[in-house]
């Protein structure tokens, strides 16, 4: 990774006043399950977005090695006024004025090695790196819990991606060898031990490579759809349609799609729910299986995969692995299969090789290893 201090005074003639780095992250299980006030399991990864930092005179200045032509704004105007990549960044500070702080003016570097368009939440790692160097640049009293739904309003409203709130939560609130178990409705964590290493253990995640395909419309229509069955259900969000009588509850809903809809958010639910009572007694191995029933959850009841993902996902399990699924948003982005430490490269070969079957382009594998939240560095 370029050393960002060298970008900042290439570029400003000055000095940063600090660096900032927030990761990228990974979930466990518990997908689309956020915007419904469900739960979520995701853990944080060692690659993260680093900003190098300074309080400027007036107005925004930030530029990056990765991207394009260097932005500044003097100030973030309405919704939609920045475009491209630094509307990441004046979505924050737009949302810290909004909810009535004052960011100070500054000028920011950034550089990253989370890898792009792979599910891995490479824009939430940008918004917190930058939320945590202005909340610190302007001395800002604002406890980390409130820090993600700040990040995400920028991202919701200024830039109008209609994202839950877990990958900004993963970035800001993740800790080293640790699952953060977030409840997304009261945002209320708890750190559930995640240390696969001790148990001769290794998260293998391979990028699928797949070519984005409709992501933002089927994300949006997904959500949608939920929202929409859980005011058909009289409930606040699916989080309160309960598995019990389940199929009883589903035949209030006349549309067939959005029925298997409601059932992949409810037993996500139970599954991350599950997933943490085995973690928290230390029975690692065993929450395979319940990554594979999400998997198959995702692809036949939600569909949200792709052929190079179901592939993945196959050849992990043919290779010997515990479970495995898709994690993220879908259409694409990145599986995650757990394994036994010595089985990573075997996997990542069967996985590779069965595209090569396929003619797909060939995936990125790598081990992914629990890491902590945004920091200052
Ligand atoms: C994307 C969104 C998250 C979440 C996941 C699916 O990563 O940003 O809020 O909804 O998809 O679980």
């Not at 990554?291 to 190079?308: K, L």
């Amino acid at each position: 990774m370029t050393d960002v201090a060298t970008i900042f005074r290439d570029h400003y003639g000055a000095e940063p006043e600090g660096l900032w780095a927030a990761p990228g992250r990974v979930n466990l299980i518990g997908e689309h399950t956020d915007y419904n006030d469900g739960f979520v399991l995701p853990f944080a990864l060692p690659e993260r977005v680093i900003a190098a930092a300074g309080r400027a005179d007036a107005g925004w200045a930030v530029c990056s090695d990765l991207q394009g032509e260097p932005v500044s704004f003097d100030d973030p105007g309405e919704p939609g006024t920045v475009t491209g990549w630094a509307a990441y960044v004046a979505g924050v500070v737009w949302a810290l004025r909004d909810a009535g702080y004052e960011p100070p003016p500054a000028r920011i570097a950034l550089t990253s090695d989370v890898p792009l368009g792979a599910g891995v939440s490479s824009s939430a790692a940008l918004e917190s790196a930058v939320l945590t160097a202005l909340i610190d640049l302007g001395g800002l009293d604002i406890p980390a819990h409130e820090r993600p739904a700040l990040a995400q309003r920028g991202e919701n409203v200024y830039v109008g991606a209609p994202t839950g709130i877990m990958d900004q939560s993963a970035s800001i609130r993740c800790e080293a060898g640790r699952a953060l178990f977030l409840d997304c409705r009261s945002q209320e964590v708890e750190q559930i031990p995640f240390d696969v290493a001790a148990e001769g253990l290794a998260v293998l995640v391979v990028n699928s490579n797949a070519p984005h395909r409709h992501v933002d419309g089927e994300y949006g229509a997904r959500r949608k759809s939920c929202e929409e069955a859980a005011r058909l259900l009289g409930v606040p969000a699916l989080r309160d349609v309960s598995t019990d009588g389940l199929d009883q509850t589903l035949k209030q809903l006349d549309d067939e799609v959005m029925r298997r809809r409601v059932r992949h958010v409810v037993t996500e639910d139970q599954r991350v729910l599950d997933t943490v009572a085995l973690l928290r007694s230390g029975r690692i191995r065993e929450i395979g299986p319940l990554m594979t029933a999400s998997h198959a959850s995702m692809r036949e009841d939600f569909e949200i995969t792709v052929a190079e993902v179901d592939v993945a996902v196959e050849a992990a399990l043919m290779a010997g692995a515990y479970g495995a699924r898709m994690t993220g948003g879908g259409f694409g982005g990145c599986i995650l299969a757990l394994i036994d430490a010595d089985r990573a490269d075997a996997t990542a070969s069967a996985i590779a090789e069965a595209y090569a079957k396929h003619g797909f382009t060939a995936p990125t594998p790598f081990v992914a290893v629990p890491s902590k939240g945004a920091t200052r560095l």
